[in-house]
């Protein structure tokens, strides 16, 4: 409500409209939400399962090497994201044989392959960094 209603709607808003509007939009939100699970004809699961796989597979492997690997870079990160979204984007446009797996399986797999290869490839990271992981 902060950044939307006093922002957009009206700057002069009390803390207690702002409360209420506040619990108007969840109402609002849960409700919407309730009708579209309700269609038994809504895509609602499968559109969700397919943000998820992006996620998942954009940042999963990242989030992990990050934790345990000290030769990670800035480049092979950034490879990495953009090729395990742009694999679950691909992936979820073929079908049949091996291109029923979930998406993001390969996406988290390709993306791995892809930070590893562009880290290694690319300049180590300085001493100061590769102390500071250390220490962390």
Do not use: H
């Amino acid at each position: 409500t902060e950044d939307f209603y006093r922002a957009f709607v009206r700057r002069e808003a009390s803390q207690r409209e702002l409360i209420w509007i506040g619990r108007a939009a969840v109402v609002g939100i849960a409700l919407l939400a309730l009708y579209l699970a309700s269609d038994p004809d809504s895509r609602v699961l499968s559109l969700v399962a397919y943000a998820w796989a992006g996620f998942g597979a954009a940042f999963g492997p990242v989030i992990i090497l990050s934790l345990f690997w000290r030769r990670m870079t800035r480049n092979g990160t950034l490879a990495g994201m953009v090729a395990g979204a742009v694999t679950v984007i691909v992936w979820k446009q073929l079908e049949g044989g091996l291109f029923d797996i979930y998406e993001i399986l390969p996406g988290f797999l390709i993306c791995t392959l892809t930070v590893v290869t562009v880290s290694l490839i690319d300049r180590p990271p300085s001493p100061q960094t590769q102390k500071c992981f250390d220490t962390v």
